[in-house]
């Protein structure tokens, strides 16, 4: 039985995995040296049953990370200070090292999307996301990771550049980002840009996480599935940006097409491999400001 | 227009197919798939959502009728494909 690479304390570090329900039962078996996981917070909420007690076995065994979807930090229905609590509570129950949510609206007028809906990158939106997490921030009493989403449109009235748009927010706030590597690539195919180029203007001094993910095409369009390994271009993009990206964990997401864990665990492996051995030398790392 | 504004429209418009005249104009349109094709990656999300639903909630019909015939059933469903006035809205409204 194999002991999980990271330390109980400290930061987070390495290549990650995504919890998914039916994989549990292999990892408490197996005891996989996976660095860390990354529980969906939507999914262990509620105090008490099973999803909770998965969470806090998880977590008395690996270093965990919080990621949600369902804050609506872009939305404009009022924010819902009894799920922010209820955050704070799973979070301190797992001792989580690191919160994140999106940088998306997923419900309007009351409706809810149960999906990640984009804005566009103007002072209006900054304005109010920016007080948005402030709130939620305080709520929390702790930092969040804000990520950029997969977007299948952009719109006319956007003045500033998405990357703009994020570094402002973090300067504004003090909010961090989680960097999903996967959505650059997505989005750049879809809207036809260079990847590299938005890379570019990706304020690294704020970038606390990245996400890598597989990708599915339909209907001309890269879809953001999380249902497969990491493709060769996504992977590329990765090791692009290893120099500016130091030390910080990289998770997998997989959530559709799901597979047996054992394929899983094969892939971040495999990932993990490929991010030890591109390591930099000290001299390349990005200086923390 | 708002913020508000736009996110209720856009919530409408992959909801329904035929009430996306609110962001006429407001989206880019440049190269690759056209405005209908990329507002169809939402609604097929929606859709693929209800489904999950629908089948969590009744996984006795989903079990007796096939995972293949229930699905098809639901597919031809405009309360999943799409349609503002049919009572599928309770789906994804959350009481206040």
């Known amino acids: ?91 301190e129950r797992t001792e989580a090292r690191l919160v994140s949510e999106h940088l998306a609206f997923t419900s309007a007028g009351g409706q809810h999307s149960n999906d990640l809906l984009p804005i566009p990158w103007t002072e209006e939106a900054l304005d109010h996301v920016a007080g948005r997490i402030d709130v939620a921030q305080g709520v929390l009493g702790r930092q969040i990771l804000i990520e950029n989403i997969s977007a299948y449109v952009e719109f006319t009235e956007s003045s500033l550049s998405e990357t703009e748009f994020l570094e402002t927010l973090c300067r504004r706030t003090g909010c961090a980002l989680l960097l999903d590597i996967n959505n650059v690539y997505v989005n750049a195919v879809n809207h036809g840009y260079d990847p590299s180029d938005w890379l570019a203007g990706v304020p690294w001094c704020h ?50 097409n799901l597979p047996p864990w054992h394929v899983l665990e094969t892939e971040v492996e495999r990932l993990q491999r490929v991010w030890d051995r591109h390591q930099p030398e000290p001299r390349q790392l990005r200086h923390a400001s | 227009m708002s913020l508000a504004h736009l996110q209720r429209d856009f919530l409408r418009a ?43 909630a009744y996984p006795v019909c989903a079990t007796v ?32």
């Open chain 2, 14 to 56: 992959i909801g329904d197919v035929n009430t996306d005249a609110g962001l006429r104009g407001r989206l880019r349109t440049g190269s690759g798939p056209d405005m209908q094709q990329r507002l169809g990656a939402y609604r097929n999300n929606l859709r693929e959502m209800r489904i999950k639903v629908l089948t969590a």
């Open chain 1, 1 to 91: 039985m194999a002991a999980a690479r990271s330390s109980m304390v400290g930061p987070l570090a390495g290549v990650g995995a995504g919890l998914r329900g039916p994989h549990v039962p292999d990892i408490l078996a197996e005891r996989p040296a996976i660095a860390w996981f990354e529980l969906l917070t939507d999914n262990h909420l509620a105090a008490g049953g099973g999803l909770r007690r998965q969470a806090e076995v998880i977590a008395e065994r690996y270093p965990v990370s919080l990621h949600g979807v369902g804050m609506s930090l872009a939305g404009t229905d009022p924010l819902d200070r009894d799920y922010l609590a209820s955050v704070r509570e799973l979070a």
């Open chain 1, 207 to 256: 970038v606390r996480e990245i996400h890598v993910a597989g990708h599915t095409e339909r209907d001309g369009l890269l879809i953001d599935t999380h249902g497969g390994t990491v493709c060769t271009a996504v992977v590329e993009l990765l090791l692009s940006v290893r120099h500016l990206a130091g030390a910080c964990p990289v998770l997998l997401e997989w959530d559709t």
């Open chain 2, 65 to 96: 009728l096939g995972e293949r015939y229930w699905r098809q059933i639901l597919v031809n469903s405009k309360a999943i494909t799409g349609n503002s006035s049919s009572p599928a809205g309770c789906l994804t409204s959350r009481g206040t």
